[in-house]
């Protein structure tokens, strides 16, 4: 045995230094006995890696994400997505998108997220905001009505760093945007479970809200929703 | 909405982490929540410490690095009934025959939970998440010869229980 197998397992994990691996290779042309050893360690490097792969797709538990201070995920949102990833390979599952979105404002700008075409949601350098048909509901609309058939503005509230900020209901999403440096900011967003039926407008923090939605507003909202003169009020000052 | 926070990158990343952070500390301690406590107690200590970081420097391995101290301080804290992980659970599908996929998986992890405490951090940490062996040394703190020696004897042990040595047909 020319090579120890500890420089096999190296050569395998592509840490040898150019010139021993060259050498390897070479010696590895018509050497069935190493081309075999090489190829165990291989073997059992991928049958490792990939015994552990599925834990990836695997939602970290709210409080570790409270850590960060990535606010409330939808598990809703979260296992669709996880079904979805099953099916087609995405780029980052969907919690994460969303945990990233409400943690990190304006440097996430490494998350691709593409919600599809009726997404009333788009990501702008990273972070998520209100596209123009959600914008325009959150800017005018009053709570209780949408423009249009939808989106539905549910309320009107201000958060505990005084933020102006409103819940909404667009096609299959739930969430809370808030103004933040001249744009809508989504705080929250999950997936409605049963969008069809669901999609009357929420005249208050309602119990139709997916949970994550309520449980963020619950846990921002400081003091009551604004009434409809205070809501028109904050509304007109909205640039 | 802080846009401006010094430690929002590295939050950013950290929440990207967080799968790859808690599949580590599993593979430290097997309890599922004995594993999510290490890594809360790492994120915490992570965020207290983020000005020691450098964007540059490779983040997974400063967290793992951070989480096998949270675990080394977790073993001395309990003393030696520190051996968290469920060998009778674990253990269950050693031996099974390899017939189906399913059945494959379940046992690449329960030969990990074999193999000794410092064999399988060294296989963790290359095989599972990939670290060159440079990088894997500095998280165990060890000489990188100690390092490709553990991992060596790891994966002799690995390849011996999930492909046994066949004495008659199979």
């Known amino acids: 045995m020319k090579y120890s197998d500890e420089t096999l397992m190296a ?37 490792v890696h990939e015994a552990y792969a599925g834990e990836l797709d695997e939602m970290p538990p709210q409080r570790l994400l409270d850590v960060l201070g990535a606010g409330a995920v939808s598990k809703v949102a979260a296992l669709d997505d996880l079904r979805a990833r099953r099916r087609e390979r995405a780029a980052a599952p969907r919690w994460l998108a969303l945990a990233a979105s409400v943690a ?46 939808t989106p539905r503005i549910g309320m009107t509230y201000r958060s505990k760093s005084g933020a102006l900020c409103r819940s909404f209901t667009a096609s299959a999403l739930a969430g809370v945007a808030c103004r933040d440096g001249g744009e809508w900011r989504i705080r929250v ?25 309520r449980g963020a507003i619950e846990a921002d909202i400081d003091g009551e929703p604004l009434d409809a003169a205070a809501e028109r009020d904050a509304l007109s000052r909205v640039k | 909405m802080t846009t401006n926070d010094p430690q929002a990158e590295m939050r950013a990343q950290l929440v990207a982490l967080l799968p790859r952070l808690r599949r580590f500390a599993r593979n430290l301690v097997r309890n ?13 200590r992570a965020l207290l410490r983020s000005s020691q970081w450098h964007t540059d420097a490779r983040l997974d391995s400063w967290m793992f690095k951070i989480i096998r101290n949270a675990w080394i301080d977790t073993v001395r804290a309990r003393g030696r009934q520190a051996r968290v992980f469920a060998p009778e659970e674990a253990g269950a599908a050693v ?26 951090a060294a296989v963790s940490l290359v095989l599972v998440e990939g670290l060159p062996y440079k990088e894997a040394a500095e998280v165990l703190d060890v000489p990188i010869g100690t390092l490709t020696s553990r991992l060596a004897r790891g994966r002799e042990a690995l390849k011996a229980m999930l492909d046994p040595p066949r004495e008659g047909a199979s």
């Open chain 1, 11 to 47: 050569f395998a994990d592509g840490e040898l230094d150019a010139a021993l691996r060259a050498e390897i290779e070479s010696a590895l042309e018509g050497d069935a006995e190493l081309e075999r050893r090489v190829a165990a360690h291989r073997a059992l490097r991928a049958r």
């Open chain 1, 104 to 149: 990190i404002g304006a440097t996430a700008g490494y998350l691709a997220f593409d919600l599809g075409p009726r997404a009333q949601v788009t990501s702008k350098g990273g972070v998520l905001v209100a596209d123009a048909s959600l914008e325009k509901s959150l800017s005018s609309a009053a709570s209780g009505e949408g423009v249009g058939s």
């Open chain 1, 189 to 213: 967003l999950a997936q409605i479970a049963d969008a069809g039926a669901g999609a009357g407008g929420y005249r208050t923090a309602g119990s139709e809200l997916p949970p994550a939605v």
């Open chain 2, 32 to 44: 599922p929540h004995d594993a999510d406590d290490m890594v809360q107690t790492a994120l915490e």
């Open chain 2, 95 to 120: 031996g099974d025959p390899v017939m189906e996929r399913e059945a494959d998986l379940l046992s690449v992890q329960a030969a990990m939970a074999r193999l000794p405490e410092e064999q399988r």
